[in-house]
């Protein structure tokens, strides 16, 4: 004799199931979108910190903060992504650190 599978656990079967599913789908898509924006901060951080970097190695070789960007992309072989990046570079003496802001650009 076989017994019936009961309507209420088929009913949960065909619903639950796919909840369930629906809900593992969701928050992997959450995971990866949290891991982006991490990983976009962190390359915006790397940015900053490497034109930092590059001034102090300026300052130590030369003795002057670097006038511009272009000196330091030229000299020091910064490349900066400008589709992505902005950067604001303001020199306002050689002997003082300059303001420097990364932004990142909207998509």
Avoid at 27 to 50: H, I, K, M, P, Y
Avoid at 64 to 69: K, M
Wanted: proline share 5%.
């Amino acid at each position: 004799m076989k017994r019936k599978k009961s309507g209420l656990f088929t009913l949960l079967r065909g619903v639950l199931l796919p909840v369930i599913a629906a809900a593992a789908l969701l928050w992997f898509a959450a995971a990866v979108d949290s891991l982006d924006s991490g990983r976009s901060q962190e390359d915006l951080r790397q940015l900053e910190e490497t034109l930092r970097r590059s001034c102090v190695a300026c300052y130590a070789a030369e003795g002057a903060y670097p006038p511009d960007l272009d000196y330091i992309k030229e000299h020091y072989g910064l490349q900066v992504d400008e589709e992505r990046y902005t950067v604001k570079y303001n020199a306002f003496a050689e002997n003082l650190m300059p303001d420097i802001t990364v932004l990142e650009n909207a998509p």
